[in-house]
């Protein structure tokens, strides 16, 4: 099949990350067992939801070393938006492909697949590897599930490719990302008898607030990276929900709040002054007013920031065939930082543009996924 016959199979899916992709997934593994191409699963704890990883092995039957080609299967939601065609049917208008994915990033793992029997068919002295994972969308959540069984099965790719929506640029940096989920507990009262209650709503309002400040002084004071269109971290709290009654004093309040850390700043020593305003000022007064006060915060997910090496060998040979040479560093997150994290060079580079993601009547331009095909068969025959 080719890349458009793949993308609109893909597309057919509807792996928002609320949902399995398994159907996505074992359509993939059954179809690259035909090829001759054995694939492994590691699921999710629940079983409902998993990661592929497939390795094209070299012409002599090497596996070790190679280069992996990295996308994710899950998608935004549709929820609200107003498409002017079904979402989850691939349809062409003026040169484009519409559907949910087609960008992000379906496109480039459409591509992959397409290339399998080129890639089976070269002389290759180094394998190439497929990762297709779940919950990127939400936080990088089946990556690290992947990697994991990557190091305990004693795969060492010398190289990969994350193919996320990039023009066919080469991307060399991105931020980390961090969400968090904040429990405020206070005591409910009525309204009339303010003083007996603790009001969890406003309580969580000066952190959200103190966040903010946060938020202020690293736009203000920096560090930056003029190379990212956001050049500073960022903060910022986006969900939010407590109270029963409009007059009962609220007992809970939670809300949701995520930062992007530049490459090189901690993303600890951040939430070190989350926690230290909350432990040194917010529930001291919190429990003036009630003992039993507390503030709850967990970790939702987290994806840590990539930068890659201009001296590594997948960036050099990205930049070689794509003919790209400026240096290119974005605020979305990917799951790159997390194959860099055990030890695995990656750059980040992929068909469509991310301005097209996440959006009705999401789209790729047809050129845009026959430069990904000429990109993948080049560097399939630079192996």
Same mark, same amino acid.
């Given at each position: 099949m080719d890349t458009r016959t793949w993308l609109e199979q893909l597309v057919a899916f509807d792996t928002t990350s609320r949902n399995s992709n398994l159907a996505l997934i074992e359509t993939a593994r059954d179809w690259l067992k035909g090829q001759g191409v054995p694939a492994w699963l590691a699921h999710n704890p629940e079983g409902t939801k998993a990661n592929l990883f497939a /390795?094209? !092995?070299?012409?002599?039957?090497?596996?070790?070393?190679?280069?992996?080609?990295?996308?994710?299967?899950?998608?935004v939601p549709v929820d609200g938006q107003n498409w002017s065609s079904d979402p989850f049917r691939l349809i062409e208008k003026d040169g484009v492909l519409l559907g949910r994915g087609s960008a992000d990033m379906k496109g480039f793992i459409a591509a992959a697949l397409a290339a399998v029997p080129d890639f089976m068919a070269m002389p290759r002295k180094k394998p190439i590897h497929l990762a297709f994972s779940y919950d990127e969308e939400v936080g990088c959540v089946g990556a690290p599930v992947m990697l994991a069984e990557l190091q305990a099965r004693g795969i060492r790719p010398e190289g990969c490719v994350v193919g996320e929506p990039t023009g066919?640029?080469?991307? =060399? *940096?991105?931020?980390?990302?961090?969400?968090? %989920?904040?429990?405020?507990?206070?005591?409910?009262?009525?309204?009339?008898? /303010? !003083?007996?209650?603790?009001?969890?709503?406003?309580?969580?309002?000066?952190?959200?607030? %103190?966040?903010?400040?946060?938020?202020?002084?690293?736009? *203000?004071?920096?560090?930056?990276?003029?190379?990212?269109?956001?050049?500073?971290?960022?903060? /910022?709290?986006?969900?939010?929900?407590?109270?029963?009654?409009?007059?009962?004093?609220?007992?809970?309040?939670?809300?949701?709040?995520?930062?992007?850390?530049? !490459?090189? =700043?901690? !993303?600890?020593?951040?939430?070190?002054?989350?926690? %230290?305003?909350?432990?040194?000022?917010?529930?001291?007064?919190?429990? *003036?007013?009630?003992d039993g006060a507390r503030i709850d915060i967990e970790v939702g997910a987290s994806a840590p920031a990539l930068e890659a090496s201009e001296q590594a060998a997948i960036t050099e040979l990205v930049r070689g065939l794509t003919q790209d040479r400026d240096t290119r560093k974005v605020a979305y997150g990917t799951e790159a930082g997390l194959f860099q994290g055990v030890g695995i060079p990656t750059v980040v580079c992929g068909p469509g543009h991310i301005e097209q993601a996440h959006k009705p009547d999401e789209f790729v331009a047809l050129d845009q996924l026959a430069a990904c095909d000429r990109f993948l068969r080049q560097l399939g025959q630079s192996l």
């Open positions: /390795t094209l !092995p070299a012409a002599d039957g090497a596996t070790e070393g190679g280069i992996v080609l990295s996308g994710h299967t899950d998608v066919m640029k080469v991307v =060399v *940096a991105h931020k980390g990302i961090n969400l968090f %989920r904040c429990r405020v507990h206070g005591k409910a009262a009525h309204s009339s008898l /303010t !003083p007996r209650g603790c009001n969890a709503i406003e309580y969580a309002a000066l952190l959200i607030c %103190r966040i903010r400040e946060l938020a202020d002084a690293m736009k *203000a004071k920096g560090p930056y990276d003029e190379f990212f269109d956001v050049p500073f971290s960022t903060m /910022t709290t986006n969900q939010i929900r407590g109270g029963i009654a409009v007059n009962t004093i609220p007992e809970a309040c939670e809300f949701l709040y995520e930062f992007r850390n530049l !490459p090189g =700043v901690s !993303p600890a020593d951040i939430q070190a002054d989350v926690e %230290r305003y909350v432990r040194d000022e917010l529930l001291p007064r919190m429990k *003036a007013e009630f």
